[in-house]
């Protein structure tokens, strides 16, 4: 079985900046393509960033040059640093991954989810 855990929302003033981390862990045999998705109150659920397994980054318009997205395979974890944030970021973020397990196959999977409140 594979796993997803979250870490790092909380509340952080206009301009500030969070580091997000999701740390995969269980019978992983590799790990495609990683993400970050975020749903805001009365809001559908929309992408904010993904990293493919060789780098490649893509993001959301609202986020490009503010928030960058990075992983450390050895780890087994994906980032999402977000500076210069707006009360407009203010949402539940949930990270998502595309994996290979070694009992159960191809699965995509979500973490649980870290609120991330931009409030003075």
């Known amino acids: 079985q594979v796993q997803l855990v979250e870490s790092g929302g909380g509340l952080v003033q206009p301009g500030g900046s969070l580091r997000l981390s999701c740390a995969a862990s269980?019978?992983?045999?590799?790990?495609?393509?990683m993400g970050w998705y975020r749903q805001a109150p009365g809001k559908e659920r929309e992408l904010v960033a993904t990293?493919?397994?060789?780098?490649?980054?893509n993001y959301a318009d609202s986020v490009k040059g503010r928030f960058t997205i990075s992983r450390d395979n050895a780890k087994n974890t994906v980032y999402l640093q977000m500076n210069s944030l707006k009360p407009e970021d203010t949402a539940v973020y949930y990270c998502?991954?595309?994996?290979?397990?070694?009992?159960?196959?191809?699965?995509?999977?979500w973490g649980q989810g870290t609120l991330v409140t931009v409030s003075s």
């Open positions: 269980g019978s992983i045999f590799r790990l495609n393509a």
């Open positions: 990293i493919r397994s060789g780098g490649s980054t």
């Open positions: 998502n991954v595309d994996a290979i397990s070694l009992r159960e196959g191809h699965l995509e999977l």
